[in-house]
């Protein structure tokens, strides 16, 4: 009876261990399936969470990209004011648009050197050794700092590019390009300085189409800007320097529309394009001169002589018909013949619009 006993016993137990294995391996097998589980719902979330870090970051580089999408308003409508000294600039600025981001006007003022490397007569740009003239601009242009602490003053080279010529050449057009490897050489210059370049176009008896286009190249560089001379353009078949030219609004136009196209294509902040003046003939219908966003206009007083003069030359044909931004050209020899003297920056903020473009030649 006891072996009975015993056996059955032994078999009980057996059976004990059994279920234990079996609850053992099921309970491993659960624990593994519910680890699995948590796994899978850590893994979900960190892709969920990395999903929606994703979605941060993409939605905080687009509000980065649209912060730069415009310009300060309110800043450039102060600095409108001040140039233009009282409130009639409110009616110029609803003509005008605000600019692209990376405008530099009425931002920065603008100190040029103006000249031709071929001609020592053409302006300071030409005149003087690369080193000593480079000096010279940045000595202006601390000069113009210290006049105006509250607008930087920034350097550079306006080159003229084409200029117009007394015979009428290969072409027939009275005007000659100049190499590319003379720009190449004024782009090397303004780098070495951080300046801006200007080309300039004189077309003779071409178009300001025609040539504008022939400069592109250049005209793509973010840093390369335009200028424009009316007296030079001999709309009526005269030879250049016999009679002050002109060009009309449509000209100025199509130079604008050029220029705009290639701010577009190429994503460029906008171009500035100078236009010279010293009479009004020299530029007719300029109510039809059209600033966009793209491309800021200057009226630049081109002409020489005495401070006086000057200073009638800039309220009859700039002040009254500014357009968008003013600027003087001041000569080195012709404004100081005799007793003459140079207009300081000092004098030159006194004037209204103040200019924003300071071109010496």
Partial sequence: METIKLSKVKAFYSGLQSIKYIWNKRCFIALLLLFGFFLGVTIGCNKSKAKETKNVIKKSDSIKKNKFISIDTNEYNK????????????????????????????????????????????????????????????????????????????????????TAQSSPGKNGKYRLRMPFKQIDTIMSWAKSINAIVFLDVQVGQSTVEEEVNSLLKYLKYPNVHLGIDPEFAMKKGEVPGTKIGTLSSEDINKAITILQAIVKENKLPPKILVVHRFTKPMVTDYKKIRPTSEVQIVMNMDGFGTKELKKSSYDMAISKEPVQFTGVKLFYKNDTQGKNRLYSPHELLKFTPKPIYIQYQ
């Fill in 79 to 162: 600095r409108m004011q001040v140039l233009y000294n009282s409130g009639s600039w409110l009616k110029l600025h609803v003509k005008t648009p605000y600019p692209l981001p990376g405008a530099v006007l009425p931002f920065k003022r603008v100190i040029a050197f103006y000249g031709n490397l071929y001609s020592k007569k053409m302006g300071i740009l030409g005149q003087l050794p690369k080193y000593q003239m480079l000096k010279k601009l940045e000595e202006e242009v601390e000069q113009w700092q210290i006049a105006d602490p509250t607008t930087t003053a920034i350097p550079a080279l306006h080159y003229i590019a084409i």
